[in-house]
């Protein structure tokens, strides 16, 4: 996504998901930024669909992100219990229908087993060592888990709070107040 191009459009944010020792734990920022200026710090982007015991993260525009995410809860309606082929199918929608492809977003998918990163590029990603990020700050948050990942024995809430926290140090458009869902 190119932010440059139009100045009244929402910047990015920090979304992280984190699975160790059978804990999933997503994890997003508050910042709303329209433009360069931050018009909110306590958005929630990260939230959980109870029904289906799945956690949903977007980053990009609120309103692009609010749309994917209802739409997925109906494909998890149509496919319980079946995640990876309700995210190919929004993916597969997001892809090719005129309306959905305008949308400008990304979502963290997860549920207590597996994560996938979802574009509208028709991208459905699952990571291989249980962490996936997007966002702006996404690459720092990623970075930052990764090394915690490797050479700490923190749970994994505590690598999405300290990942999440050094991407809010280092990017513009993340801050410190987080939102986290637990499976």
């Known amino acids: ?51 289906h ?17 209802e739409r997925l809860e109906a494909k998890l309606e149509k496919h319980p219990e079946q995640l990876m082929r309700a995210c190919v199918e929004l993916a597969k929608d997001w892809r090719n229908d005129k309306v959905l ?3 400008e977003a990304m979502l963290i998918v997860a549920n207590k087993d597996v994560i996938f990163s979802v574009s509208g590029n028709g991208d459905v990603m699952e990571p291989e060592n249980g962490i996936t990020a997007i966002g702006s700050g996404g690459n720092y948050a990623l970075s930052a888990a990764l090394a915690l990942m490797e050479n700490t024995h923190l749970n994994a809430e505590e690598i999405a709070r300290r990942a999440m926290k050094i991407a809010g140090d280092i990017c513009i458009y993340t801050n410190h107040n987080f939102v986290l869902e637990i499976l």
């Open 53 to 69: 015991n799945v956690l949903v993260g977007f980053a990009g525009s609120a309103a692009d992100g609010f749309a994917l995410s």
């Open 1 to 51: 996504m190119d932010f440059e191009k139009r100045p009244d459009q929402m910047y990015s944010t920090t979304i992280l998901c984190v699975k160790r020792d059978g804990k999933m734990v997503m994890c997003g920022d508050g910042q709303v930024t329209l433009g360069h200026t931050i018009v909110k710090g306590t958005a929630r982007k990260v939230r959980k669909i109870d029904k």
């Open 101 to 103: 492809r305008r949308l």
